[in-house]
Structures are given as structure tokens and as C-alpha cells.
């Protein structure tokens, strides 16, 4: 059947010999041009996709600088914390991926998604922080596990952490994260998703200041993203230290006495117009804003009718009540209107433009001059001083003395507060001024409405005799032993004339030491000189009103603004307790408190 | 015996050894990251590679293609014993284990394959039916069995004794069309019920590897990426980051000429291919007859030739990955030892050539 060996052909098979030969050269060539074009033509494409590889541009966070008080005691610095990142590039499966995420975070799938999704004009292979603060367990879970979640890493960033907690919370403010419309807008262009910003007080006045600089690293890494060595860094430079003003111990010892109870309160060192202490209540712990915060708590706290968030101090509004009769003391003897020999007759109530106003004491204080009027907080002297003063006299006297306008302290945010006028009326109402509302503006009503910090700058300047103190929290900033800013006190003189603060000094020494209504303030061989201040319960249209319980709703607010000694004054306070009631048995006790504790620690006392 | 050694072909043979000598060198580096001592595995394997080349040599050809048929049988009880014990004793082969010596038996079955299909060359110039099937029936046996051990690689590369006969021989048309369907029909068929997803991942990630970036087609990417980064010198040695941080995948074995193409560039890589087309220019510029023992150098060369390129091509993105070792120089005992076995025997068949 088979033809014999001899028979096939072996012609045949020699061609196609030959033939084999000319497609080995062939194809032998044709593998030489594909190399030739993959290692010499696209040699630096491949190079550069190789660098890639192995490569990634790593962010440092730069720690935030100190926040420290007068003596050093740190009230703000940066700690380690673990931050969890997702590397996109690195997901095999985004469904596992999701479920680990969450395991890893305990957040939910969706709140990781929409992480995210905030991400999304970055490339693929930048770092996502999905969760800082991660704990050591997960930390130690992650790492020792690498090979098996290549999408995540964890990094080692500082955080912002606030050692002594809710202490001084309103002056220090908050840091968080940068959201993404901010960082399109002009002056937070320099800030990556991810970077924390300072919201409020110090943190975001001296933000520039504390924020430092960020550095990078390119890192060598494996196709496991395990990090084999650092190829290059530039080290983030450390934020500068923002020294206070702030007396620590005063400030929490300030803290200590409010126990239940809201308010501000306000000291003032008069030799330099710095802020020795500066409290608000309720507070917050600002550490939560630079972890993550969940919703249901920012709710919590930004809904709280009690403010939390806001710094009372600044930007709580209040009729100012009897303190101002400073004011109206200080424009009727420098209007001239008065005289130290000037005398009312208080009979408890007297009319005026046909309606009855009374004075706190219904039975009368009887014969008044401007020194017993201040002693006794009398009423029916400073309607009759209302009545012969123009209401844009008083206002131009309220204004002098700071009110109506921001008082200029190194902080944001603040409130400037009403000072009626005709002019502010017409604005406001689109009504005339009645002669009825300067009787209520006289004795610190009608609607007037002060800030703590207003109330600070004007007994400050009093205490000066017309010299009006900057009020300011920075001490200086420092970086590497080096000042970089310090501040140098500054006063400027007020138009009313010296010997006029004098006897409205003498007015509110008596008020304090010679059975007035800050006698509670009273202490033995300190002259302290004071004003008290019980002013008209709370609106019933103010939100406020449906959290109070029934007696504390028509409580009155209690002011106590005071410095001491009268000569050579050294320190001036404000003390505000909210629906604290009767200011000589509220307030008063308070400041003398205040000042036991700090000519204590001065050995003056 | 000094015919012997003044026909033996000296220079083939110090470029299969140079070949041997470059891989170990190559897998040292692809262990190099993670400390694996499969270089020294390797370098015991070409000792006693060695041993059996010459082992071989010294057997007469007839007691060789005599045998064949015997050992193909053997292999292939061996290879269907290792499917049905392998089953029973959950998945594990340790039966075929001496030690951490492991063997593959299927890389030996080309042997004896290219025997039987180089005695059968010798019956016709022109493939009818019956010899058609005669080839199909010699080839698909160990296939279908490797297929199931499961190595698509090694079962790959002996169907291209198919088409290494078809091209030295006339075919029938109509063979060759039903030929042709009966591969896209088995192709379809082996599609969907013999590969495992991941087989087929592969050759799907070989046609839009860009799709498959961060999963499947990721192989092809990073070796092209060390390839193409090796430039024309390379980043010397143990200093490519593809190999040394791992991007470059099974690095020690199918990806070797991405290893070379990283560390020494385009010139010594070239220099790697210009030994093959040497030993393969030198194995076919052979005065053909119709004889077995031609026709066997000629498809044992062919399958070299074949393997080579298919691995080369892969590791180009010109090919889909399917597990296809480069001869001499990837990481693998037997692999080295069946190509030396079958280069033996054409030494063997050369040297009588001159002799007679």
C-alpha cells in the first residue's frame, strides 16, 4: 500500500528545507524589529511607565504649630494618628474592597463611596484617607496582612489634639477638613482635599501662621505597594507656635465656677490690653472636628439652642442693663449736664411723656447725686439724665466707649451689637424716635445690645481714665526660637476728659466697697471698682425661650464689669451669667473670686 | 573515537550549554527579590542533564526508535495514572515526587512523539485520511491527557507537531478544510467546557490587554514595560525594577526574556536570539532525505523553533499567556532534561551521518 522509502521524493523535502530556512531568517527578523521597537523606538515611554511602577509621590502633612499661653502650658498641639488610605489603582474587586472598607472603618459602604466620590478628578493611584484615628488593632490587622489588601495603606500623619479638652475650646476654635468648593475658592488654593483648616479662634486667625508646610516623599515601592525606600523627601515644615496672652490657670479656674450654669467672662490685663482669661459656656471639645465627625453629632452640637459653637464672648448679644449708666455718667458730665453737686430725688417712679417708669428700689432711694446713683444703680437719676440728653448724644458716647462696633481683638467672627440712634431707627424701622425710648436707653434698655468683649474694652478704658486698650490674644509667634510677630500694646485716647472717669470712678468704688450693688464683690485691701448689671429677661420670640424652665426663662441676664485696684489699675474683667438673676449676688461673687485667685498667684494680695 | 569527537558538533553544543548557563543566571536574578534557590535547582538539573545527553548519545539510534512506541505508551499510562490518582488523593501529585525533585512527565512525551510522527513521515508525501488521523490519533492522545493534568501550556505546544508535519508535506484539500473546522469546532468545544476561567482570562486579556490593566492583562503589560525600559543596554543586572520589585509575573519561567530584556537591554537579549537562529540555522541547513531520523531533527527542531517564539511573542503581548517555557533557558528540571534528551539523540543521528 505505502510507496517504498525510495520512491518519496526527496526533492521535495530538501525545498522545503530550504524554504524552512528562509522563515527562520524571516521570523529571526522580525523578532530583532519588534524589540528594536519596544526597547529603542518606545524605550522612554516604557522607562517612564516603569518609574511609574515603582514610584508614588507621597503628601506630609505638616504638623500644626502649638498653641501654647503666656507661661508655655501647651493648650493645642499634634499628635501621631493612623490614617487608613484607599489606593484606587490597587482594587481588584470593588465590591470586597467596599466590604473590608467598612469593616476596617465601621462606616458604612455609602459614606465610603461618596469619599470617594470626592476624589474623583485625582488619579488612580492617589492616596484616599478614608479614616484617621484608625485603631492599633486594625492598624496592626492591615499591616500584617499587606499582600492581601494592596489597596489600602496606612499612614502616619499628625493630628490636631487639644490636651486639656473643652479648656479655653471657644478661644482655641477648630480645625477640619477642607471641603471642595473651598479649595476652588481664591484664598484657600494652596490646600489639597484631605488638608485641615482652622474654623474659628486662634485656629483660623493665625491659620497662616500654624498650618506650616507641607513636604513629599517619592517612595520606591513593590508591586505590592510594601514601601522598599525612600528615593527623596522634602520634610514638611513644623507650624509656628502661637503664644497666648492667656493665663492658664486663671482661665480654668474661671472655667471651674461655672458649673451648671451659661455665660462669658472676660479679663483683661491693663497693662498691655491682652487677654488673661477669656471664657464662654456651654463649651465643646474642638478635638472631635479633627477627627471625623459623625453627623448626628455636628447636628447635635450646632443645633444646640445653647450654642456650644459659639464664642459667647464675641458674639453673644445682650442688653448691657445698668453697666451702661457708665455711659450715660460719662456723656452727662462730660456734656456738662451734671455736676458732682447735681441731685434727683428718687420716689421709686416718676412720668415721663405721659407713661410711669420705675426705679428697681419702688420704695425710692431719696436724694441722688451722680456718685449714690452709680452706688445704688438708681433708676430715676438716669431717666432724668435720659431726658435732657439727646438719644444721638448717648449714641455717640456709647460709640466712643466701643459699642455698636467690632472692638478689634485678634478674632473672627465678631458681633458688632445695636447702639440706637434716629439714624439707626429710620434704617431699621422706618420710624421716627419717640423721647420714651432714650428713658429706657438710659438705664441700659430698650435696644441696646452688647458683647461681652464690648463691655471688657469699655471698663478697661474706664479703669484707664479714657486710655482705650487694643484687646488682643497674641502674645507673639514664634518659630525656631525665633519671633516672627509680637505684639506691642496699644491704646489710643477716648475725647471724654480724664478728671470725668475719675468721679465715675469714685461712682463705682462705692459700688463695691461701700454697700452699693456689687458689695458681694467686696475684698479686703483690694480697691476693686465694679458696675453691676441685672438686665430685662429674654424675648419670647428668641429661640431661647422654649429650652428654659419656666423660672430660669424670666431670669434676668447678670452682668459684673469691674477692675482693680482703682490706682493703678492692673486687671479689668467682665462677668456675664446668663439668666443668672440678681447681678450683685451672682455676678459680684464671681469677679471677687476672679480676683482673689489672680492677685493671689501676683503675691500682691 | 576521535570521529567522535571531531564530528561531533562542538559548536551547537557549547551554545545549548551557553543557553542553560544564561537561564540559571536569568533565574537568579528572578529569585534574587524573594531568595529562592531555584538557580541552584536549575544548575543540579543541567548537571544531570548533561549526564543523560550523553547517556543517550551513547545509545544506537534503531534500540532508540526501536523503543519509542514502547515509551510513548509508558508516558502516557503514566500521565492517565496521574489524573485518576491525582483525583483520588485530593489534587496532590506527591506520588511523583522524590524529595523536592518533581518530575513532569508530560515535558518527556515529545520525545517519543517525534519519533513515532517521523516514522510515519517516512509512509507518505501526500496526508490522506488515513494518515491523517494516524496523526491525530498519535498527537491528541497526550494532549488530551496533559489537557486534563491540567497544563495548557505543554498540550499547546505539542499540537504544533500538526502543523510542523503539514508543512513539510502535501495535505489533501479536503483534509486540510475539515481539519481546519474540526479545530474551530474543538476550539469552541474547549472553550467552553475544558478551559478554566482563568485559561480563558488570558487569551481574552491578550486581545484588549489596556482593558484588563489592573487584573488580567497585567502579565503582558509589565513584561512589555521591562522589555521596553531595558533600552539598548539594560539596567544591569539585579538592577531591573520590574524583575527586583516584582512587577514582572512567573519572572523564573515564562517571563525570562523579560528579565534579560530589563537588566541587559536590547544588544544582549538580541545576542540571546542570534544563539537560537545559530542552533536552529545549523539543525535545518541539513541535507534532507526521506528518512525518520531526519524527519526527526527536523520536527523536534520545529517544536524548539515553535516554543521559542510562541514564548518570545508572549512576552511582546503578541501572544496570548499560555504557560509556554523558553527552551533551555526557563526555570524547569524537566524541561531542560527532555530538550537535552532530544538533542542527544540528533547529535547521535549527525555523528552517524558523518561516520557512514
Redesign the interface.
Same mark, same amino acid.
Given at each position: 500500500m505505502y510507496p517504498s522509502k525510495k520512491k518519496l521524493s526527496g526533492e521535495y523535502v530538501k525545498k522545503s528545507a530550504t524554504v524552512a530556512i528562509v522563515i527562520l531568517i524571516a521570523v529571526f527578523l522580525a523578532i530583532f524589529a519588534a524589540f528594536w521597537n519596544i526597547q529603542i523606538v518606545n524605550n522612554e515611554h516604557f522607562q517612564r511607565l516603569a518609574i511609574q511602577n515603582i514610584t508614588r509621590s507621597i503628601d506630609l502633612t505638616a504638623p500644626r504649630g502649638l498653641i501654647v499661653d503666656r507661661s508655655g502650658a501647651v493648650l493645642a498641639e499634634s499628635k501621631i494618628n493612623f490614617t487608613l488610605y484607599l489606593v484606587r489603582e490597587n482594587v481588584a474587586d470593588m465590591e470586597k474592597t467596599m466590604r473590608m472598607a467598612s469593616f476596617f472603618t465601621a462606616k458604612k459602604a455609602d459614606v465610603i463611596r461618596s469619599i470617594m466620590a470626592r476624589y474623583k478628578k485625582y488619579p488612580q493611584f492617589y492616596r484616599i484617607p478614608i479614616k484617621n484615628n484608625l485603631a492599633r488593632g486594625t492598624v496592626i490587622f492591615i499591616e500584617s496582612r499587606q499582600e492581601e489588601f494592596p489597596e489600602f495603606e496606612i499612614g502616619i500623619e499628625p493630628t490636631r489634639t487639644y490636651p486639656l479638652e473643652n479648656c479655653a475650646a471657644n478661644v482655641l476654635g477648630y480645625i477640619s477638613e477642607i471641603t471642595e468648593t473651598e479649595m476652588n475658592s481664591k484664598e484657600l488654593q494652596h490646600y489639597g482635599l484631605g488638608d485641615f483648616v482652622g474654623r474659628s479662634g486662634i485656629e483660623k486667625q493665625y491659620e497662616s501662621y500654624l498650618r506650616g508646610v507641607k513636604g513629599s516623599q517619592i517612595v520606591i515601592k513593590d508591586n505590592l505597594e510594601k514601601i522598599q525606600r525612600i528615593q527623596s523627601e522634602i520634610k514638611p515644615v513644623v507650624g509656628a507656635t502661637v503664644v497666648l496672652t492667656l493665663d492658664l490657670e486663671l482661665q480654668k479656674f474661671i472655667e471651674g465656677m461655672f458649673v451648671d450654669q451659661n455665660g462669658a467672662v472676660g479679663v483683661v490685663d491693663l497693662r498691655t490690653g491682652g487677654i488673661l482669661a477669656m471664657v464662654s459656656k456651654p463649651d465643646f471639645n474642638p478635638e472631635i472636628f479633627s477627627q471625623e465627625m459623625e453627623k448626628e453629632q455636628w447636628l447635635a452640637l450646632s443645633n444646640d439652642p445653647q450654642k456650644p459653637l459659639q464664642n459667647k464672648f464675641l458674639q453673644g448679644i445682650y442688653s448691657p442693663g445698668s453697666v451702661f449708666k457708665i455711659i450715660m455718667a460719662l456723656a452727662g458730665l462730660q456734656e456738662k449736664i451734671i455736676s458732682p453737686a447735681s441731685r434727683v430725688n428718687c420716689s421709686g417712679s416718676q412720668n415721663f411723656y405721659g407713661r410711669d417708669f420705675h426705679c428697681w428700689n419702688l420704695n425710692g432711694h431719696g436724694s441722688m447725686n451722680i456718685f449714690s446713683a452709680l452706688q445704688n444703680s438708681c433708676n430715676i437719676f438716669f431717666y432724668n439724665l435720659g431726658r435732657r440728653l439727646d438719644i444721638d448724644t448717648i449714641a455717640g458716647y456709647a460709640q466712643t466707649m466701643g459699642f455698636g462696633n467690632e472692638s478689634g481683638i485678634d478674632m473672627a467672627n465678631e458681633n458688632k451689637g445695636t447702639v440706637p440712634s434716629r439714624a439707626w431707627k429710620m434704617n431699621a424701622f422706618r420710624q421716627q424716635w419717640f423721647p420714651g425710648e432714650t428713658i429706657s436707653v438710659a438705664i441700659g434698655g430698650g435696644s441696646l445690645n452688647v458683647t461681652p468683649v464690648q463691655m471688657l474694652k469699655m471698663i478697661a478704658t474706664v479703669a484707664l481714665r479714657g486710655r482705650m486698650p487694643r484687646l488682643h490674644l497674641l502674645q507673639r509667634i514664634e518659630k525656631s526660637g525665633q519671633t516672627l510677630r509680637e505684639f506691642t500694646p496699644e491704646f489710643s485716647r477716648v475725647p471724654i476728659a480724664e478728671q470725668n472717669f475719675e468721679l465715675v470712678i469714685e461712682g463705682l468704688f462705692k459700688v463695691v466697697n461701700e454697700e452699693g450693688t456689687g458689695r458681694a464683690a467686696k475684698i479686703a485691701g483690694l480697691a476693686i471698682c465694679g458696675k453691676t448689671g441685672t438686665s430685662q429677661i429674654i424675648a419670647k420670640e428668641n429661640p431661647k425661650y422654649k429650652t428654659l424652665t419656666k423660672e430660669k426663662r424670666f431670669m434676668p441676664n447678670s452682668w459684673f464689669v469691674s477692675f482693680a485696684p482703682r490706682e493703678n489699675p492692673r486687671l479689668a474683667m467682665v462677668v456675664l451669667v446668663e439668666n443668672g438673676g440678681d447681678a450683685g449676688l451672682i455676678a459680684a461673687p464671681l469677679a471677687a473670686q476672679i480676683y482673689k485667685k489672680f492677685f493671689a498667684n501676683e503675691r500682691l494680695f | 573515537m576521535k570521529d567522535y569527537f571531531k564530528y561531533f558538533d562542538k559548536l551547537t553544543f557549547v551554545l545549548l550549554l551557553m543557553l542553560s548557563l544564561i537561564g540559571i543566571f536569568l533565574i537568579y536574578s528572578a529569585g534574587f527579590?524573594l531568595k529562592e534557590s531555584n538557580y541552584l535547582k536549575q544548575a543540579a538539573w543541567l548537571l544531570f542533564s548533561l549526564l543523560m545527553f550523553f547517556m543517550i548519545f551513547s545509545l544506537k539510534i534503531d534500540f532508540i526508535f526501536r523503543n519509542a512506541f514502547i515509551v510513548y505508551l509508558a508516558l502516557l499510562s503514566i500521565l492517565a495514572l496521574q489524573i485518576f490518582v491525582g483525583r483520588t488523593i485530593a489534587g496532590t501529585r506527591s506520588w511523583f515526587r522524590l524529595g523536592s525533585v518533581g518530575l513532569q512527565f508530560s515535558e518527556f512525551v515529545k520525545i517519543p512523539l517525534a519519533i513515532l510522527l517521523a516514522k510515519a513521515m517516512?509512509?507518505? !508525501?501526500l496526508i490522506g485520511w488515513k494518515h491523517f488521523f494516524k496523526l491525530i490519533l498519535l498527537i491528541f492522545a497526550p494532549v488530551c491527557l496533559i489537557v486534563l493534568q491540567p497544563d495548557l501550556g505543554v498540550s499547546f505546544i505539542l499540537c504544533i507537531f500538526l502543523p510542523v508535519v503539514v /508543512? /513539510?508535506k502535501k495535505i489533501k484539500p479536503a483534509v486540510l478544510i475539515i481539519f481546519l473546522l474540526l479545530t474551530l469546532l474543538g476550539g469552541l468545544l474547549g472553550w467552553n467546557s475544558v478551559l478554566k476561567p482563568y485559561q480563558k482570562n488570558r487569551i481574552v486579556s491578550f486581545l484588549n490587554p489596556m482593558k484588563y490593566k489592573?487584573?488580567i492583562g497585567y502579565h503582558v503589560i509589565?513584561s $512589555? @514595560?521591562? @522589555? #521596553?525600559? #531595558? #533600552? /539598548?543596554a539594560g539596567k544591569g543586572y539585579l538592577k531591573g525594577?520590574?524583575s527586583q520589585?516584582? +512587577?514582572l509575573p512567573a519572572r523564573h519561567n515564562d517571563f525570562i526574556v523579560s528579565v534579560i #530584556?530589563e537588566e541587559f537591554?536590547?544588544i544582549n537579549?538580541?545576542i540571546l +536570539?542570534f544563539i %537560537? +537562529?545559530v542552533i536552529?540555522?545549523r539543525q535545518? $541547513?541539513?541535507?534532507?532525505?526521506? !528518512?525518520e531520523e531526519?524527519y526527526f531533527i527536523?520536527l523536534f527542531n520545529g517544536l524548539i523553533?515553535f516554543q521559542f /517564539?510562541i514564548n518570545?511573542a508572549m512576552a511582546?503581548g %503578541?501572544f496570548p499567556v499560555l504557560g509556554v517555557s523558553l527552551p533551555f533557558v526557563s526555570y524547569g528540571g524537566s524541561s531542560l532534561l527532555s530538550f537535552f534528551i532530544g538533542e542527544a539523540i540528533i547529535f547521535r543521528i549527525k555523528i552517524n551521518n558523518y561516520l557512514t
Open positions: - | 527579590p517516512t509512509r507518505f !508525501d /508543512l /513539510l489592573s487584573s509589565q $512589555k @514595560i521591562a @522589555i #521596553g525600559s #531595558g #533600552g /539598548l525594577s520590574q520589585y516584582q +512587577f #530584556g537591554g536590547f537579549t538580541a +536570539f %537560537f +537562529f536552529f540555522y535545518f $541547513k541539513f541535507n534532507f532525505q526521506n !528518512d531526519f527536523y523553533f /517564539l518570545v511582546i %503578541f
